[in-house]
């Protein structure tokens, strides 16, 4: 039975969701049926066990497979604005971002980056978001309309590509390399911080026009206090004359949904990895959230009381229960009414 009084929200990165027979990327990497099935279940216990209200989905192939997927667990509002790439007639790339919810979606639009934005930062007139990014409407008990957005920003992968060439030395090849990690690596950096403040002006501009509450959510592969996102949150902006001080600024502010939650708290905790690559660790997924949802704002309705990152699966896998589970951690914010 759904609470009305309080709103839990997940954003979760599915790792190559695709329906055999298909193949994601090359012609080898097809799930059996049986690898399928697992797949399948686990996205299923996890919904049944945490029961979140509103799912911000990643790494999706196979969408009209999600789409039923998550009806028959009780989400039968769902969205997508976008589809994979086939080539060949069964080779997937690209995956797609896609939105499921208790609740009713009422609108749903592509976020589209202004030619004009994008020349003022120095960029191409024809700059696109790496993977297009979805502004859900929806109507929510007690808040009527909630913009939500789902994104998966650009990875850190180089963006250059180098192949050896025979007729160079060892020497000469490593030093091609070198360069092209080097500057690829910076582009996919500059593509990924360009795609957040690109964001987040398009929701500024919608949150100017509708007043909606805001929730961003998704895998921004990048540590969000990192420079290059540090944007999407920071409060360094600097105004002229009366604006600096204005209270108003605070209605076009993202706050990050893990920092509202220490607020609850009364020990503060450390905050779990969603990625782990060899030795280290890092919180790629995020959810971000309106001042309608922090309790240090008067006029707001929910506010932040648990904040959980569902990652047996990367810590303490049992393998034959989560080896086709994710290679993220999930991450769930529960809001309360506030009384």
């Known amino acids: ?127 696109n978001f790496s993977r297009r990014i979805i502004r859900a409407t929806l109507e929510v008990p007690h808040l009527g309309h909630v913009d939500c957005y789902v994104v998966h920003f650009k990875s850190k992968r180089s963006m250059l590509h180098h192949q050896d060439d025979e007729s160079h030395s060892e020497q000469q090849n490593l030093v091609m390399q070198l360069k092209s990690q080097a500057l690829g690596r910076w582009a996919s950096s500059i593509q990924r911080g360009s795609e957040a403040v690109l964001l987040l002006v398009e929701i500024i501009k919608r949150r100017a026009h509708s007043n909606n509450p805001v929730i961003v959510m998704g895998d921004f592969n990048n540590e969000l206090h990192d420079g290059v996102l540090n944007h999407l949150i920071a409060d360094h902006l600097r105004f002229s004359g009366h604006r600096q001080n204005s209270p108003s600024r605070s209605e076009f502010k993202l706050q990050d949904s893990w920092q509202l939650y220490q607020r609850h708290v009364v020990i503060e905790n450390d905050r779990e990895a969603t990625l782990y690559f060899g030795s280290s660790s890092s919180v790629f997924d995020y959810i971000l959230l309106s001042r309608e949802f922090d309790a240090g704002f008067q006029g707001s309705f929910f506010e932040v009381v648990d904040y959980h990152t569902y990652d047996q699966h990367l810590i303490n896998p049992q393998f034959a229960y989560d080896d086709q589970s994710t290679d993220h951690g999930v991450v769930m914010v529960t809001m309360k009414l506030r009384s």
Request: charged share 25%.
């Open 1 to 127: 039975m759904t609470d009305y009084n309080q709103l839990k929200v997940a954003t979760f990165n599915l790792y190559n969701y695709l329906a055999p027979p298909d193949a994601f990327y090359d012609f080898q990497r097809i799930y059996s049926a049986e690898q399928w099935a697992k797949k399948q279940r686990w996205l299923a216990d996890y919904l049944k066990n945490q029961q979140p209200d509103i799912i911000g989905f990643q790494e999706v192939f196979s969408i009209n497979e999600l789409k039923q997927q998550v009806n028959a667990e009780g989400y039968p509002y769902f969205a997508v604005v976008d589809e994979p790439t086939v080539i060949d007639d069964f080779i997937y790339r690209d995956p797609v971002v896609a939105i499921a919810s208790r609740y009713k979606i009422v609108d749903v639009s592509q976020v589209e980056a202004e030619q004009d934005d994008a020349l003022a930062m120095g960029l191409s007139a024809n700059f």
